[in-house]
């Protein structure tokens, strides 16, 4: 990507027909680090370097909209998002597959994401995600019930992890998962450098 960058000048797009949740993953921490005026914009462009679909596009931000409210206090933020669709700009078909995650709170997780899809494409690992963080009544029972649940259960996590971090706080992910974690402090360096607003 650098070196066709350093020769063309241009930020190259990924394939139309991506599906997978790899763009989110590259637009996150451009997310966290920018101004709130520049969020929404810098996220699209990071976004587009390996995802250049609608798809992605549509799930991404409206996981980043999930991010936002929770950072903001809302400690219900799916249900937040599905009640005012038009106000946080959502695209019907997401709108749709958030009202399906909601009226599924009933339904055995592992059961729920096998019916919507164990791989990391959208809108099966968006709506599994989403599903793990309203049944759960903790950050590691959020996580755990993602990992249970098999298939491509690291793209769940991610946003499981980084939805639940964002409702419960730092201080919620049990302490021997950071212990074992060997990059914690240079981690916990990098977040304490972050001014999220």
Not at 69 to 89: C, D, M, T, V
Not at 149 to 176: M, T, W
Request: proline share 4%; net charge negative; glycine share 10%.
């Amino acid at each position: 990507m650098l070196e066709n960058f350093s020769r063309t000048e241009e930020i190259p797009v990924g394939p139309e027909t991506a599906g997978e949740i790899d763009g989110f993953c590259a637009t996150l921490p451009v997310w966290l680090v920018s101004k709130p005026e520049q969020r929404t914009t810098l996220s699209q462009k990071a976004l587009k370097i390996v995802a250049g679909g609608c798809l992605c596009e549509d799930h991404a931000l409206a996981f980043l909209q999930l991010l936002k409210l929770a950072l903001s206090g809302e400690q219900y933020p799916i249900h937040q998002l599905a009640q005012n669709p038009k106000i946080y700009g959502l695209p019907q078909q997401v709108t749709k597959e958030i009202e399906q995650v909601i009226s599924a709170s009933e339904v055995d997780h592992s059961e729920f994401v096998q019916q919507v899809g164990k791989a990391c494409r959208y809108s099966g690992t968006f709506q599994g995600a989403l599903h793990a963080v309203v049944k759960a009544n903790s950050y590691e029972e959020g996580v755990r019930l993602s990992i249970s649940a098999g298939g491509c259960n690291c793209s769940r996590a991610i946003q499981v992890g980084s939805l639940l971090g964002a409702i419960h706080g730092e201080d919620k992910i049990p302490k021997e998962w950071l212990d074992k974690t060997g990059s914690v402090t240079e981690i916990q360096s990098i977040l304490g450098k972050l001014n999220i607003e």
